[in-house]
């Protein structure tokens, strides 16, 4: 008997706890969600900045919407489609990513996430254009003086497909950011792509080869930069050769 009632109970109690949970969640869910039958009072509109080139920014986004006559504000927030604000802001070729949602205050945020470019290139005979680090190009003339610049016989599969990924590695290193200044590609004998840096320090130039295995390479520079560079200056090689593994040929400055 004592069974069973402490069954009852129990019973009782756990049905309360779901019923409390419901209710919870029922009143969060219904305290979040804006009135349908409201106006939106005011869209939060804030664009990604943080690229070390601005292509885009809030009022280019806030014209854009009012040109296609979907700005929020204003609306009922039933009839505000923010799938649509989404889909139109994202097919600007600067943009790489929006998200759009309503709040609880009758408000619309939108949060915009431009393209972070990692290199400008130069083509031999052609106009610059930016490469993000996903690979992709940016048509645009104006160069900033804050990003790596990349020069020479410059193919856009060898621009997307390998310039990327090596910028993107040179400006996510701090030290490498600041001491590549420039990316000389030009074509050897065999027809392939070899590369020279251009160092922000130092009358030399770094020459690689082959971009194959940069990061060991660079890693053997960097070393030979922190042990040797102190010892006899910046300025004494004329060229820095990382062609050969597991080595480092220098050529000395002449005098002249």
């Excluded at 900045?49 to 979907?70: A, C, G, M, W, Y």
Aim: glycine residues 4%; proline residues 3%; aromatic residues 10%.
């Amino acid at each position: 008997m004592n069974k069973g009632i402490r069954f009852i109970k129990a019973l009782v109690i756990i049905l309360l706890l779901i019923g409390l949970i419901i209710y919870v969640v029922y009143a969060m869910l219904n305290m979040s969600s804006p009135d349908p039958e409201e106006r939106c009072e005011n869209v939060e509109l804030f664009v990604d900045e943080d690229s070390p080139v601005v292509f885009i920014d809030s009022t280019q986004v806030d014209n854009l919407l009012r040109k296609h006559h979907i700005y929020p504000k204003g609306r009922l927030m039933k009839d505000v489609d923010t799938r649509a604000i989404e889909d139109l802001i994202r097919k600007n070729e600067f943009v790489e990513d929006v998200e759009c949602y309503k709040t609880s205050s009758n408000k619309l945020r939108i949060n915009v996430k431009q393209r972070t470019p990692v290199v400008y290139v130069i083509p031999d005979g052609q106009d610059g254009y930016y490469v993000d680090k996903n690979g992709k190009i940016i048509s645009c003339n104006a160069f900033t003086s804050n990003l790596i610049v990349a020069t020479g016989d410059i193919t856009q599969k060898y621009a997307t497909e390998v310039l990327s990924d090596f910028g993107n590695y040179l400006q996510e290193d701090k030290f490498w950011n600041n001491q590549i200044e420039q990316i000389y590609v030009k074509t050897n004998k065999e027809k392939k792509p070899v590369v020279e840096l251009i160092p922000r320090v130092g009358n030399h130039v770094v020459y690689m080869g082959s971009i194959s295995d940069y990061k060991k390479k660079l890693r053997r520079l960097r070393i030979f930069y922190e042990k040797a560079m102190g010892t006899v200056g910046w300025n004494k090689y004329d060229k820095i050769n990382l062609e050969f593994n597991n080595q480092i040929v220098c050529t000395k400055r002449k005098i002249k």
